[in-house]
Nanobody, 124 residues
Framework: DVQLQASGGGLVQPGGSLRLSCAASGFTFDDYALGWFRQAPGKEREGVSCISSSDGSTYYANSVKGRFTISSDNAKNTVYLQMNSLKPEDTAVYYC????????????WGSGYWGQGTQVTVSS
């Protein structure tokens, strides 16, 4: 069975940090890029960041560049999202997904594998 288990969300004050983790299993890691997407109430889903399993290429949404860092541990089939200098507008449910690299690395998604979301709330 395909599984993408996201964890690490929570409540943090503006300016704080969180690290999200996503443990993936049940599919060929190298065939996909792993990404983080988010959806806030009343807003459309957006691609936040993505990393290629094969060559380490990355994508960041303009809104998170310089604040978020994506990384992966291929030996553990795990992808991380380090989120620093968090802002209230980063509040959303964050989803981990395995998508076709040409989509994920452009901040888009298709019919890949998705995990359950983890809530990130940035508030004082």
């Amino acid at each position: 069975d395909v599984q993408l288990q996201a964890s690490g969300g929570g409540l943090v004050q503006p300016g704080g940090s969180l690290r999200l983790s996503c443990a993936a299993s049940g599919f060929t890691f190298d065939d996909y890029a792993l990404g983080w997407f988010r959806q806030a109430p009343g807003k459309e889903r957006e691609g936040v960041s993505c990393i290629s399993s094969s060559d380490g290429s990355t994508y960041y949404a303009n809104s998170v560049k310089g604040r978020f860092t994506i990384s992966s541990d291929n030996a553990k089939n795990t992808v991380y999202l380090q989120m620093n200098s968090l802002k209230p507008e980063d509040t959303a449910v964050y989803y981990c997904a395995a998508e076709a690299p040409h989509l994920c690395l452009a901040g888009r998604w298709g019919s890949g594998y998705w995990g359950q979301g983890t809530q990130v709330t940035v508030s004082s």
